[in-house]
């Protein structure tokens, strides 16, 4: 079945650093999304990407879906402590309107103030 | 904001137990899910559920497992004969239709199994 890395597992930076964290699936996907997880919460919908080649900002999250939309990368500028938490990238298995999201093992970022 | 609920938050199961967890996605959502999540690892894909019938599911997802929307608002899983493998963070999760990426996640059940 479809299998979706992310690398690194975990992240420790500094206050006020810049990070990019990395997603790659094993098929090709019509979709991604990025979900965070804070310690003891649920995962919550950051953004979904579509298109071929997209980079979607939220402040200072910077998304993007690369051309072959086989992989995807999520960078941080200026990392604050509310940021700490783990970062999922999850894509629908196969082409065919599967229901079924596949999520990575996830980012784990922890950040020192 | 409306928000996907869940209960209980935690329960205690001896093995062998039939356990029930509870969901009340959000009311205009048509697509619901179940994932569990493993203490520490990544949320994995158990069920989804339209229109009243499963529509996909996971090797996970064995005979021991099943899903039912009894009430039209409540959506439940139940473990018939829980195993000390089915510990783990139970989240429920609704979408809107079949166009929307975006799911929605419950607070979780975490299940306990001893």
């Known amino acids: 079945g479809q299998q979706v890395m992310q690398i690194p597992q975990y992240q420790h930076v500094q206050e006020g650093e810049d990070f990019t964290t990395y997603c790659n699936s094993s098929t090709t996907l019509s979709n991604i999304q990025w979900y965070k997880q804070r310690p003891g919460g649920h995962p919550v919908f950051l953004i979904q990407l579509v298109k071929s080649g997209e980079v979607k900002k939220q402040k200072r999250l910077t998304f993007q879906f690369g051309e072959a939309k086989k992989n995807s990368s999520l960078h941080i500028t200026a990392t604050q402590t509310t940021d700490v938490g783990t970062y999922f990238c999850?894509?629908?298995?196969?082409?065919?309107?599967?229901?079924?999201?596949?999520f990575g093992k996830g980012m784990k970022l922890t950040v020192n103030p | 904001e409306p928000e996907v609920t869940q209960t209980p938050s935690h329960q205690v199961t001896q093995m062998g137990q039939e356990v029930i967890l509870r969901c009340v996605p959000i009311s205009n959502h048509l697509y619901f899910y179940w994932y569990r999540q493993i203490l520490g690892q990544k949320v994995e894909f158990l069920v989804s559920f339209y229109n009243n019938e499963i529509s996909e599911k996971s090797e996970i997802f064995d005979d021991q497992f099943s899903v039912e929307r009894p009430d039209g608002s409540n959506f439940t899983l139940k473990i018939r004969s829980t195993k000390l493998e089915d510990s783990a963070m139970y989240f429920c999760?609704?979408?809107?239709?079949?166009?929307?990426?975006?799911?929605?996640f419950g607070e979780g059940s975490r299940l306990t199994v001893l």
């Open positions: 999850a894509g629908y298995e196969g082409q065919g309107g599967s229901e079924k999201l596949v």
């Open positions: 999760a609704s979408k809107m239709d079949r166009n929307t990426g975006e799911l929605f």
